[in-house]
């Protein structure tokens, strides 16, 4: 079993910048992919963007230029960096692990954090 601790969510006005970070501890033999995805209100849970194991990112169209993807190997950490906000990037924000624990390759996802942009 694989747990994501979410944190750095919250109030930011449009414009400003915020950093959400995630830890994930448990049966770990290797991490895949990492990444953050988005649900808004009234939306689908949609791709924010991904990182693999390598260091390759990919990101939505939406978010391109304004948020960046990092993560820590020794730390099993994943972070995004969301700068230039705008009203329109409120939503919970999900983490997600690929995970190989040893016994398997699963999917984790994370309990989700509220980011909140006023205009």
């Known amino acids: 079993q694989v747990q994501l601790v979410e944190s750095g969510g919250g109030l930011v006005q449009a414009g400003g910048s915020l950093r959400l970070s995630c830890v994930a501890s448990g049966s770990i033999y290797s991490m895949n992919v990492m990444g953050w995805f988005r649900q808004a209100p009234g939306k689908q849970r949609e791709l924010v963007g991904v990182i693999t194991s390598g260091g390759s990112t990919n990101y939505a169209d939406s978010v391109k230029g304004r948020f960046t993807i990092s993560r820590d190997n020794s730390k099993n950490t994943v972070y995004l960096q969301m700068n230039t906000v705008k009203p329109e990037d409120t939503a919970v924000y999900y983490c997600?692990?690929?995970?190989?624990?040893?016994?398997?390759?699963?999917?984790?996802w994370g309990q989700g954090t509220q980011v909140t942009v006023s205009s």
């Open positions: 997600y692990v690929n995970v190989n624990t040893g016994r398997g390759v699963y999917d984790y």
